[in-house]
């Protein structure tokens, strides 16, 4: 199966550069980094639209209309849920600092043919991120 | 291998910079609607508080003049009861008043009746020129004392003792006159004919006195005008009355106005 998809990253040996840990940890953090600011901004996004709804009912709850109130409720709601875009972020993040970390493991292996193999691995994760591409 | 590190940590750096954009452009990205949404809840909120307000003050003012329009009701419900109650009113004012206008007219055209007879009354009496005891009453005092002495001491008494007492309506007395009926209950009390005093008398004369179909001499007569006069005949047999008139006392013929009945009187 991997002998046969081109764009496999494991078969690709094409622009490979040495690799430390250090630098794979300093991805992982990086990706860490991002998870936590991801995961602040989502609650923070839920928590403002909460206390939006709060501070709202509270200034003009008693002359409100239960329509009004309908309607203030799905503004606030809206706000909450453009915390699941940051959720949205934070999943592949995730997926990619396990993927790092397994290739972190792996770059200590005794074997050449293995450890070229996950440098290449990462140096083509770090060209994606750096690039875009 | 240095060649190798520096590109490593360029790229390493290029991802810490398109990491830190990714959040730049995720944190606008998200804050724009967030701004957005926040804005329009509290600009809508906003103004639908204040139509709020002004629905309320608007419910307040229709309060009022609901009120305003129950209190006037009830004035008009009141201003309509009264109103019915002056038209009523001026109903029974308008009949009282037809019916006041009418008894006047009547008692008016009475008046004139009255004023007419009494005016004919009087020409009749100031054109009398026939009797023959004006020429000389003393001839006639003689022959009816004669025949009823009596009756001629009344007669004289009219026409020589009161025939210069004045007219007076209602009087009883020499002294303050005489109308015709009170005339006739004085002389009738002072020679005790009758036994009720000339006040009350002189108002119930007719029921005093026995009614009788044809009068002798010295009876009363009682004429439609309320004149009373006593009853005569002179030496010719010819009837005449004498009694208390507006002019005087006076002797006239005995139909000079319209008879109603006679009074016996019954002379000693």
């Known amino acids: ?133 | 291998m240095s060649t190798s590190s520096e590109s490593t940590n360029s790229l390493l750096e290029q991802v810490q910079a398109r990491e830190r954009k990714a959040r730049q452009t995720a944190f606008l990205l998200t804050m724009i609607p967030v701004i957005v949404a926040v804005l329009l809840i509290w600009y809508t909120t906003s103004q639908i508080k204040q139509m709020n307000d002004q629905v309320q003050a608007s419910k307040d003012d229709l309060t009022d003049a609901n009120t305003q329009l129950t209190n006037a009701k009830v004035q008009i419900k009141v201003y309509q009861d009264q109103l019915g109650q002056a038209q009523n009113s001026l109903g029974t004012l308008k009949s009282q008043q037809a019916g006041t206008s009418k008894r006047l007219s009547d008692l008016q055209n009475q008046y004139d009746g009255l004023r007419q007879q009494y005016d004919n009354l009087i020409n009749s009496m100031r054109n009398i020129r026939s009797f023959s005891y004006q020429r000389d009453p003393l001839l006639a005092l003689k022959v009816i004392g004669s025949q009823h002495p009596s009756q001629g001491e009344v007669l004289t008494d009219m026409v020589v003792d009161l025939k210069n007492a004045p007219w007076k309506l209602g009087g009883i007395s020499p002294q303050e006159g005489f109308d015709s009926a009170g005339m006739a209950a004085f002389v009738l009390q002072k020679y005790k004919l009758i036994s009720q005093p000339a006040s009350a008398a002189r108002n119930t004369l007719p029921q005093l006195l026995k009614q009788e179909s044809q009068p002798k001499a010295g009876d009363v007569v009682f004429y439609e005008l309320g004149y009373t006069m006593f009853y005569y005949l002179d030496d010719k047999g010819d009837p005449f009355v004498v009694g208390m008139t507006p002019l005087g006392v006076l002797a006239l013929k005995p139909d000079f106005a319209k008879v109603i009945s006679y009074g016996q009187v019954d002379y000693p």
């Open chain 1, 1 to 133: 199966m991997q002998n046969t998809t081109p764009a496999d990253p494991v078969n690709k040996t094409e622009n490979t550069q040495d690799i430390t840990e250090k630098e794979v940890d300093f991805l992982i953090d990086c990706q860490r980094q991002a998870i936590r600011y991801y995961l602040r901004f989502a609650i923070g996004l839920a928590g403002a639209g909460a206390i939006l709804l709060v501070v709202i009912f509270s200034i003009f709850g008693g002359t409100l209309t239960d329509s009004l109130k309908s309607l203030v409720g799905i503004g606030c709601g809206f706000i909450s849920s453009l915390s699941a875009l940051q959720i949205k972020e934070i999943t592949p993040r995730t997926q990619s600092m396990r993927v790092l970390a397994l290739c972190k493991i792996h770059m200590n292996s005794p074997d050449e043919a293995v450890r070229k193999k996950y440098q290449d691995l990462v140096w083509q994760s770090l060209q994606k991120m750096a690039l875009g591409n």
